[in-house]
């Protein structure tokens, strides 16, 4: 239990720097350039790769930075590029979803089955459930009738989304960008 607070904690702290606000506006900027090319099926499918930089904002700072910067982007890229209605208890599924991010990638080695893990349980429980009861009540359409091809679309990006985050954060590590990142904002934590 003490593990899990710290790791709260010690995310929180990571708030206190104007560097890791910078390094998440950046990575802001690309998922909101990342959404812009998400392809719609309807309005309960969606196949993007803009949550690729909420799982590294996750990975680096935490599930304290991690949610804050979900949420607030949630609602940013909505304002930016609206598609259907506004509703509120979306924006906090994509709180939860980097919340349980965080929780797992932070301060953690990054292995494929690590990610491969937590992908499903935010697959499962974010985007198939919680995500699929939100949007059957904000379009008045059955839970039971929209679930078979968010279920569907979903186990087939689970694999494909944990391949290409996993090759994306090896290559960043490989590169120094990773580490760079980190020392960089924990300069500016005190």
Request: aromatic share 14%; proline share 4%; with cysteine.
């Amino acid at each position: 239990m003490k593990k899990f607070v710290t790791l709260f904690t010690d995310s929180y702290k990571e708030l206190k720097s104007v560097r890791t606000i910078t390094t998440a506006a950046m990575f802001a900027a690309i998922a909101i350039i990342l959404g812009m090319f998400s392809i719609e099926i309807g309005h309960v499918v969606r196949i993007g790769f803009s949550s690729i930089p909420n799982k590294l904002t996750a990975y680096l700072f935490g599930p304290v930075v991690g949610g804050i910067f979900g949420g607030t982007l949630d609602v940013l890229k909505y304002l930016i590029k609206p598609t259907g209605g506004y509703f509120l208890p979306l924006t906090l599924v994509v709180v939860l979803a980097d919340v349980i991010y965080g929780f797992m990638y932070y301060k953690k080695p990054l292995s494929f089955w690590r990610i491969l893990l937590a992908s499903f349980l935010v697959t499962a429980v974010c985007n198939v459930i919680l995500n699929t009861m939100c949007l059957s009540v904000l379009y008045g359409k059955g839970f039971w009738a929209i679930l078979p091809a968010r279920l569907v679309k979903n186990l087939v990006m689970w694999p494909i989304d944990s391949f290409i985050f996993y090759s994306l954060a090896k290559a960043l590590e490989a590169l120094g960008v990773l580490s760079t990142i980190r020392r960089f904002s924990a300069a500016g934590v005190k």
